[in-house]
């Protein structure tokens, strides 16, 4: 599920720059309520915030209904699990051709737009040239529906706030 998340930020933030009126944007941040919802129709939602920069730093902050951090560094991830007090360092196993999505990304309608990106299908919402939502249905054909609050972009955002250092009480796991 993280791979998909980052893979998705990545897309997702890429498709960003490739519009015309949102390439200028340097940072990205945000409110968002992600909804699962599988094919019998059963949902779970989480809340958090989300932050983005220059498309090689991003910082999922989950906040209910479980609390996890989850950072990308350019291909390195790292999932911070307060509450199973242990951190995952993991590397991304496929690369990611972003001129790729860029040159992919097209206007369906005024506000709507979509990118394929390894067969799978990203539906974006842009309003007053802020994204508000995005869909997608996953390998699982589980629906993925991620909407943004408060928008806020190209504020400064320091390089320091995608740091993660464990406490020495945390388990580490490399995978």
């Given at each position: 599920?993280?791979?998909r998340?980052?893979?998705?930020?990545i897309?997702?933030f890429?498709?960003?720059?490739?519009?015309?009126?949102?390439?200028?944007?340097?940072?990205f941040?945000?409110n968002?309520?992600?909804?699962?919802?599988?094919?019998?129709g059963?949902a779970?939602?989480?809340?958090?915030k989300?932050?983005i920069?220059?498309?090689?730093?991003?910082l999922?902050?989950?906040?209910?209904?479980?609390k996890?951090?989850v950072?990308?560094?350019?291909?390195?991830?790292?999932i911070?699990?307060?509450e199973?007090?242990?951190?995952?360092?993991?590397?991304?196993?496929e690369?990611?051709?972003?001129l790729?999505?860029?040159?992919g990304s097209?206007?369906?309608?005024?506000?709507?737009?979509e990118?394929?990106?390894?067969?799978?299908?990203?539906?974006?919402?842009?309003?007053?040239?802020?994204?508000?939502e995005?869909?997608?249905?996953?390998?699982?054909?589980n629906?993925?529906?991620?909407?943004?609050e408060?928008?806020v972009?190209?504020?400064?955002?320091?390089?320091?706030?995608?740091?993660?250092?464990?406490?020495?009480?945390?388990?580490?796991i490399?995978?």
């Open positions: 599920m993280v791979y998340l980052l893979l998705f930020v897309i997702t890429s498709n960003l720059l490739a519009m015309d009126e949102l390439k200028e944007i340097k940072t941040q945000a968002f309520t992600q909804t699962v919802t599988n094919e019998a059963k779970i939602s989480y809340n958090g989300v932050f920069k220059n498309n090689d730093r991003v999922w902050k989950y906040i209910t209904p479980i996890k951090n950072f990308l560094l350019n291909d390195i991830v790292v911070d699990e307060p199973l007090e242990q951190v995952i360092y993991t590397k991304l196993k690369e990611l051709n972003i790729s999505i860029l040159q097209k206007k369906i309608s005024k506000n709507r737009y990118s394929f990106f390894y067969n799978r299908k990203y539906e974006l919402v842009i309003d007053e040239n802020k994204i508000k995005v869909s997608y249905k996953d390998e699982l054909d629906s993925i529906v991620i909407k943004f408060n928008v972009q190209n504020e400064e955002i320091e390089e320091d706030f995608f740091r993660f250092i464990p406490p020495s009480y945390y388990d580490i490399k995978k």
